[in-house]
């Protein structure tokens, strides 16, 4: 069951930065794999800062927050 969690706030978090950066979303699994690797990046971030995501909503935050950071810097390597 956490899987099933973990793919669907990954889906979400990838779209919800895909509408943040650029508009529109990726597409259902572009989605999920930008919102999980955002998730990883979003933890690590969160945990630098001495934050803390408690349940659902601030697991989503976080992921989302890591999935824009990555799509910005995906951004600026490909203007660079």
Do not use: D
């Not at 069951?1 to 990726?26: D, E, Q, S, T």
């Not at 690590?44 to 800062?49: C, G, H």
């Amino acid at each position: 069951m956490n899987l099933i969690l973990f793919l669907i706030i990954g889906g979400v978090a990838g779209w919800l930065a895909g509408l943040i950066m650029k508009g529109r979303g990726f597409g259902v699994l572009t989605n999920v794999g930008i919102g999980i690797v955002g998730s990883v990046i979003g933890g690590f971030v969160f945990r630098l800062l001495g934050l803390a995501a408690q349940g659902a909503v601030g697991e989503l935050v976080t992921a989302t927050v890591g999935a824009v950071l990555l799509l910005a810097i995906v951004s600026q390597i490909k203007k660079g």
